[in-house]
């Protein structure tokens, strides 16, 4: 079984709650954070009686410091002191006027890790979980950390996720599309409950329809859980590489992690998925990465001598590619990665 | 009896982040020529590289060296530079949007950063939510503006204390570059040698003096990626071979690099003193980030194919930078995205009149046909004058750039003949009213009859075929209203012109130029123009759209 070092990144002020060695759950609370609210300002040279102007060199705190609540903030020379009455980042002082800036700390939030492992490695920046499981990894994304059951909703790698396929039973599920969805599948999608999606491609205009589509729906007041999409591929009607298609067809019912900004998809308890080489060579299984050819695996039956001008006028390395669907064309050499399955897979 | 036959070769190498140049030097007859050139993605390692290169060499060198290119290029002098793998990122806090926060990032990324978060107090956003993304950054560097030099702002101060709050100590370095009266106290902020200050690049409302910043940075980024082997950087080499080659041509010349991920552009005056900016996402990768990118490129680019394609097209140089465009349509609208980047890397303008505009970088140097490279230099410029117009084609400058002083100028000398490609001459002129004659040139060469002027009307392109190696001498009338950069004495400009593989070019579109609002005019004009640059023409006449 092969395994993962995922790290959660751990904001400034953060209170891990794992120790190395724990066992933690996609669910499970790895840190606590009590993030600044709002500014809010209180009197200083009031408090101290004196000109907004002098109480300045009264202050004992100095501007970005994190105040606990009862800390003294400033202090004059009769020994008065102007307290913080909470806990607050201390941000600056106001000349004019005589008040502080403070942010004060708000209720404590979990840190969610959204993955399944063992802790390796706490530290103030960042904790280290080692994933049981095999990771695989996009070309772009978007979203934030969810998790949930994999879902295959199309039959085949080059199909389109419609809306139609997403019903209750996908609520809480990473679905799997093929080569694109709609806007309409992705807002039904979420509106379902969906968790996140994983595609070959998606056109640029659908995803910029279904993002306005989400703005609107939060600019009335919608919520929601979050949402998530890997792209395996690249941007536009891309059909899935069929042999990563079918590997996660194997892996279907298991708990998933997804991570959309960082396009990463962990599958738990998985042997490794195909992997791609860039340089392909003679006989190799290639996928293709740029139009017309994009997504599509074949066979590179040879490679050609010297240079080749390809139909854009490109004169570079190429080779003779026969693609499963039936075509045979001719495809630069950079355009190809090598799909390799890996032993036993 | 045998006779030990051997040579002399040197490796030139450019390992850019996402596809490497390299060159092979050899003597030929007595000169240094280059011999050997391959290019191809980064990933697939030097092996494959040096195998191409002996391919090559084996194809074209001496019989009886064949069977040793392997060992011969493993003992070359090895001359290389290369991109830092990874930009480095800041973050900027600052007072104003518009005034503090604005300078300091465009001094940021033209020194080269990534800017990955901009907070500044008129952003929108809550205060809560400013800290929010202070404590999250992950950058390498925090840079702080704000406040005027005469004043001690609180704001100002304020938003150093925002860094302080979100800094964790002994993070990354800090730079002040804010009011000068409040350098003691922002420093005050940070454990001992964390934050620096220095010259406020807006101390005054109304003046931007953002050079000493842009150096400071420059420097920091080359400590944080690149500590060593400094001069081996492609964005330390390049400008060094272009001070050199500005100095002995005693030329002013523009060096423009379009890269997969980051751009570059380099200006070199004839005292051998260079300008040169880099820009973290400025690259090809980055066109997707410019605003309204795929609706400026169909605009512009009439082959580039449907703005939802486009747009997917954009995502996609952002997803794999080393993948080549295969169709018609995608190298268009690589190209217009191309010129797109170059003329925002010269958005803030190049001073004087140019007189050489070198393209380098793989999209413009090694595009498959010369008037390509000659119209993105064109329209992403818009060089105001006569320019020379050349492109790096072998991407032999970095390399050489990496040198030692003395070694460059000799590299320079050496390799005079395959350093540069030259597309031709271009006449760009401003001004004029649409349709009326823009300027009148007379073009005299020697050994050939003197023509009668050529009349270039406003918003008119024409090609005057030019080839290689030939010189010509121009004289050029402007008309009423229309300058060509430099202050004139006379009704008449004389200037001389150096020919190339697209020639002469008189270009009376304008800076910048105009394009008609109707959609099916502006493909006709865009279409014209492109056809004047790209037909083939007998040497001597000229094409005009």
Redesign the interface.
């Known amino acids: 079984m092969t395994s993962v070092v995922h790290r959660v990144r751990l904001p400034i002020a953060s209170t891990p709650s794992v120790k190395v060695g724990a066992r933690v759950q996609p669910a499970d609370v790895l840190a606590k954070r009590r993030p600044p609210t709002d500014g809010v300002t209180i009197q200083v040279a009031g408090q101290l009686r004196l000109p907004a102007a002098a109480a300045a060199g009264s202050l004992v705190a100095r501007p970005g410091a994190m105040l606990q609540r009862g800390e003294v903030l400033a202090r004059d020379a009769r020994g008065r002191e102007v307290i913080v009455p909470q806990a607050c980042l201390f941000l600056g002082y106001d000349p004019d006027h005589g008040t502080a800036l403070l942010s004060p700390l708000g209720d404590e939030e979990p840190i969610v890790g959204h993955v399944r492992g063992r802790v390796t490695r706490v530290a103030p920046s960042a904790i280290d979980v080692r994933v049981a499981g095999a990771v695989v990894l996009g070309v772009a994304g978007s979203g934030a950390a969810v998790h949930g059951k994999l879902q295959v909703a199309v039959a085949g790698a080059g199909d389109e996720l419609r809306a139609g396929a997403i019903d209750s039973e996908t609520t809480g599920r990473i679905v799997v599309g093929g080569s694109r969805a709609s806007a309409e599948a992705l807002t039904r999608a979420r509106a379902m409950g969906v968790a996140g999606v994983v595609l070959g491609g998606v056109l640029d205009k659908d995803l910029r329809d279904f993002e306005a589509t989400q703005l609107r729906r939060r600019e009335v007041g919608g919520g929601g859980g979050d949402f998530s999409i890997v792209l395996l591929e690249g941007y536009g009607k891309i059909g899935m590489d069929p042999g990563v298609f079918g590997w996660l067809q194997g892996h279907d019912g298991k708990l998933v992690s997804l991570f959309g900004d960082d396009a990463r998809l962990y599958v738990y308890d998985a042997d490794e998925p195909p992997s791609r080489r860039p340089l392909a060579r003679a006989g190799d299984r290639v996928v293709g990465t740029r139009r017309p050819y994009a997504g599509a695996g074949g066979r590179l039956v040879r490679i050609l001598g010297g240079l080749h001008v390809v139909s854009s006028g490109v004169p570079t390395r190429s080779g003779l590619v026969r693609f499963e669907d039936g075509r045979t064309g001719i495809v630069p050499l950079a355009n190809l990665e090598a799909t390799e399955v890996p032993p036993g897979g | 009896m045998s006779v030990a036959i051997d040579t002399e070769l040197a490796l030139l190498l450019d390992t850019g982040t996402a596809w490497t140049k390299a060159g092979v030097i050899g003597r030929v007859r007595g000169r240094w020529r280059l011999v050997a050139h391959a290019a191809?993605?980064t990933?697939?390692?030097e092996e494959?590289l040096l195998r191409?290169l002996v391919e090559q060499l084996a194809a074209t060198a001496d019989a009886r060296l064949t069977g040793r290119f392997h060992e011969l290029l493993g003992r070359s002098t090895r001359v290389e530079c290369r991109t830092p793998a990874r930009a480095a990122r800041l973050a900027v806090v600052a007072v104003s949007r518009e005034l503090s926060g604005a300078a300091a990032r465009r001094a940021a990324e033209a020194a080269g950063w990534h800017v990955t978060d901009l907070v500044t107090f008129d952003d929108g956003r809550?205060?809560?939510e400013r800290?929010?993304i202070v404590?999250?950054a992950?950058v390498d560097a925090w840079l702080v503006a704000g406040g005027f030099d005469d004043a001690?702002s609180?704001?100002a101060?304020?938003a150093?204390?925002?860094?302080?709050?979100?800094?964790?100590p002994g993070g990354p370095p800090v730079v002040w570059a804010g009011s000068e009266a409040l350098a003691a106290d922002v420093i005050?902020?940070f454990e001992k040698g964390a934050a620096t200050a220095v010259g406020n690049p807006r101390p005054d409302a109304r003046r931007e003096e953002p050079a000493e910043l842009r150096v400071h940075l420059q420097g920091l980024l080359r400590r944080i990626v690149g500590p060593a082997d400094e001069e081996r950087l492609t964005p330390v080499a390049l400008p060094r071979a272009v001070a050199a080659l500005a100095l002995a041509a005693g030329l002013r010349v523009l060096a423009v690099d379009i890269g997969a991920t980051s751009a570059m552009r380099v200006l070199g005056e004839p005292d051998g003193t260079v300008e040169s900016r880099v820009h973290a996402r400025g690259g090809l990768a980055g066109a997707v980030l410019l605003p309204g990118a795929?609706g400026r490129v169909v605009r512009i680019e009439v082959d580039a194919g449907d703005e939802?394609?486009v747009?997917?097209?954009l995502?996609?140089l952002?997803?794999?930078p080393?993948?080549?465009?295969?169709?018609?349509e995608?190298?268009a609208a690589t190209q217009a995205a191309a010129r797109l980047l170059l003329a925002s890397l010269v958005e803030d303008g190049l001073g004087a009149p140019l007189d050489l505009v070198i393209g380098c970088g793989r999209t413009i140097a090694?595009a498959?046909?010369p008037a390509q490279a000659m119209r993105m230099l064109l329209d992403g410029v818009r060089p105001i004058g006569v320019t020379q117009m050349a492109v790096d084609a072998g991407g032999l400058l970095g390399p050489l750039g990496s040198l030692s002083d003395a070694e460059i100028s000799e590299g320079l000398t050496l390799l005079a003949d395959d350093l540069l490609v030259p597309l031709g001459t271009s006449v760009v002129c401003r001004g004029g009213e649409p349709g009326r004659v823009a300027m009148r040139v007379t073009i005299h060469r020697a050994g050939w009859p003197a023509y009668s002027p050529i009349e270039v009307r406003t918003g008119q392109v024409q090609v005057v075929q030019l080839p290689r190696g030939q010189e010509a001498e121009l004289t050029i009338e402007p008309a009423n209203g229309v300058t060509l950069g430099a202050a004139r004495r006379s009704p008449r400009i004389t200037a001389t012109a150096t020919g190339g593989a697209v020639g002469l070019v008189l270009d009376g579109r304008g800076i910048p130029v105009g394009l008609p609002r109707r959609a099916d005019d502006r493909r006709a004009v865009v279409a014209s123009w492109r056809d004047s640059l790209m037909r083939e023409a007998p040497p001597g006449a000229e094409r005009v759209a």
């Not at chain 2, 150093?160 to 964790?168: N, P």
């Not at chain 2, 080393?322 to 018609?328: C, K």
Request: charged share 20%; net charge positive.
């Open positions: 191809q993605p990933v697939w390692g494959e191409r809550t205060l809560a800290v929010a404590q999250s992950e001690r609180a704001r101060l304020e150093a204390a925002l860094v302080a709050a979100g800094r964790r005050g902020l795929a939802p394609a747009a997917d097209l995502h996609n952002h997803a794999r080393a993948s080549l465009p295969q169709t018609v995608e190298l090694a498959p046909h």
